[in-house]
């Protein structure tokens, strides 16, 4: 439970706490005369009462990390899971070499994996489908310890007021779009007493000493609403609720806080913490918003058009909220859309109608701008997720809704129900589950978010394991470390020399992400020294050297400190604990080489100006052509523009005979592409001399999109975004490519298709 608060800051729990615990389970278990019995019992309450007591103050993503650390901590102590066992690292190389392996099913499991039990599937499970290492990890904990584990901790603020007293807070943790205040009032209301409420900030602390003596003299609930807000007042808090004996026995203080690392830490230990988020999924969603529309609200416009369009508008609502849970391949950036921009979408559609000309009827193109670029785009920064939002609104928004045969998804029908009820009870008729398609999105969807959750489940477990320098089984954490150092240096490369350049000149950051076939050695030798590539090729050998000299400096000191020849400092310290994790050091990837991508696009524009007479920099842009070859297929250099190889498309697959987009392959998450060939063109030039002559006056009118500047494209070109990494966001963004298809492209839109550099 302690070591809760390395993965939040607000999960602070005190001794006194637990104490408290133990006493019920001590008072409460059953009671039987055997003694072994009878301690079994006290362990089973105290073990549940613990954990429901914790997760109801755990948001629902750490909900899962605990209990799997409670089973593994409870197996690890019972023997039944050996320290070996539970460090993977130890076995690692071994589980790689069994991987690695053409007939892996008729091959034993390295030791001490030859029997397998639930844990073991579960450590399968991570190491060959990691998409299934939740549901293993769910299926071990209701193995070990009970169904009832695996269940929801339903939030009950009448049995936590049960279990407070006047001095014991109750401090909600806030989430997006869930806020207690009301349900605190409805209970105070419901107990017949009276609630103070105060919204903490600047200039509030003197309201809230009133309040507070105010609630402790007449024994009603103090309400402190965004206690982050006023943390100076949060400690004064603590000590006149503690310093005071002065109490109705009725008193309470309820406070409510976003994550705030500096939080008085005594407040957190003192109080008892909850959460109340919200339920997921398109059905709660919808469910949430018409809670918030009446009778009245429903029938507000005669005209049938309304209640479909209000329907439309909060399934947009739900699915944009939902869609974030996908991660980059939903949203490049997980924005906070609220309650507000339905709201302001739903006055706008209202509006709109009353307004309306009946014979002209409704302005689609009208509608779809202000929900998609104003109301919701208004929150929108990423050029890429405005064009999703685009897309949404016009596959959901014109007068095909209106059709009976209308619907979102298999599944997802339109309601035109004219009664509250009707409405109410199509919404709970929808899928509990939300297929990826609903979204848009590929089921492959559905393996990346599972992927990606149990990493970061895996990895938050890593993170807070004891970090005691000692011995557990075989090697110390020095000796491996020491150990992987020199693994690591011998592989390290040596530093690159500048002025030397190769045939083939080698285009790759850290993570390769391209290759750059020039003509040959003798041309790079001929080259000039302001060559725009040779200056490019330079300013990355500088950076890859960079990051090369600190990797060797770091790995060569810490084998120095372990030997005890110099100081183990902080930075060495998280090294080590990092190299033993099996992790990326904090400062490698701080000053790590990123290429810069961009650069190099430049240089390869500069070069074709400069073989064009009367083409200006300004006014080139690029093309580019997938060709059907890969890397090894290709022998001679393009005679303008640049080769480039190692992409990988994410969201779709491809069709390598047809040179096309296709649907992505089941379970297939990644498709490396064959070779791009990116060349410059000048739709500008009346007359263009040289080879691409013909093809940049044909393509004059599909051009490709720099950085913000884009030109309409043929609807079965999709424009595909180039980032260096998984995360899509601006800082990675790279640059536009066209990619054929036989699919409109807004179906590519709502997939996420983009192409990365690196998939690791």
Known sequence: MSELVLVNAMYQISLTQFLDLFHESMIKSPKIAATQKRIQNINDYLTYRCWYYTTRGLYEKDKLLFTLLLALRIDVKRGRIKHEEFDIQKTERAFKDWFDKESSDLSPFPEPFDNLSMFHRFLLARCLSPDRTISEARNYIIENLGSKYSEPSVLNLETMWEESDYKTPLLGLLSSGADPTSNIQALAKKKGLETFVVSMGQGQEILARRVLQQSIANGGWAIFQNCHLGLEYMEEFYDTLMANEQFEHTFRTWLTTEVYPQFPIQVLQCSIKFTNEPPQGIRAGLKRTYALISQDKLEYIETPQWRPMLYSASFIHSVVQERRKFGPLGWNIPYEFNQTDWEASVQYIKNHLDDMNPKLGIAF????????????????????????????????????????????????????????????????????????????????????????????????????????????????????????????????????????????????????????????????????????????????????????????????????????????????????????????????????????????????????????????????????????????????????????????????????????????????????????????????????????????????????????????????????????????????????????????????????????????
């Open 365 to 760: 193109k009208a509608v779809r701008y202000m929900i998609s670029e104003i109301q919701y785009g208004g929150r929108i920064t990423d050029d890429r997720d405005r064009r999703l939002m685009i897309t949404y609104a016009k596959n959901w928004f014109g007068e095909f809704i209106f059709s009976n045969e209308f619907k979102y998804y298999d599944g997802y029908h339109m309601s035109k129900a004219r009664k509250l009820e009707e409405v109410l009870y199509c919404i709970d008729k929808l899928p509990l589950i939300d297929p990826p398609q609903v979204f848009g999105l590929h089921p492959n969807a559905d393996i990346t978010y599972s992927t990606n959750l149990a990493k970061a489940l895996l990895d938050e477990i890593v993170s807070i394991q004891p970090k005691e320098v000692g011995v557990l089984v075989g090697e110390s954490r020095e000796k491996i470390v020491h150990n992987v150092c020199g693994d690591m240096l011998s592989k390290l490369p040596a530093n690159f020399a500048q002025h030397e350049v190769g045939g083939q000149l080698f285009f790759s950051s850290v993570l390769e992400i391209a290759f750059v076939l020039l003509k040959t050695q003798e041309k790079l030798r001929n080259m000039d020294h302001l060559n725009p590539m040779v200056i490019f090729l330079r300013q990355e050998i500088y950076r890859l050297n960079k990051v090369i000299r600190l990797v060797r400096n770091e790995l060569t000191d810490l084998q120095l400190a372990i030997d005890g020849i110099i100081i183990l400092n902080d930075s060495l310290r998280t090294a080590l604990d990092y190299i033993y994790d099996g992790r990326v050091a904090p400062t490698w990837v701080r000053y790590s080489w990123e290429s810069t991508t961009l650069g190099f696009l430049t240089a390869m524009r500069q070069e074709a100006t400069r073989a064009h007479r009367g083409w200006s920099l300004d006014t080139v842009t690029m093309d580019n052509n997938v060709l059907r070859s890969y890397k090894d297929d290709i022998r001679d250099a393009p005679t303008e523009g640049v080769y480039v190889y190692g992409l990988f498309l994410e969201g779709a697959g491809w069709d390598r005979r047809n040179s096309r987009l296709r649907e992505s392959q089941n379970k297939v998450l990644y498709v490396q592409m064959p070779i791009i060939h990116i060349f410059a063109i000048n739709p500008m030039a009346v007359t263009a001399a040289g080879p691409l002559a013909a093809r940049t006056k044909a393509r004059s009118q599909i051009t490709m999109r720099t950085k913000r500047t884009e030109v309409p494209t043929a609807p079965y070109v999709y424009l595909c975004p180039v980032y260096k990494k998984l995360m899509r966001t601006d800082l990675h963004f790279i640059t536009m490519l066209k990619l054929n298809s036989n699919e409109h492209s807004d179906r590519w839109v709502l997939r996420g298709v983009a192409l990365l550099c690196d998939i690791k």
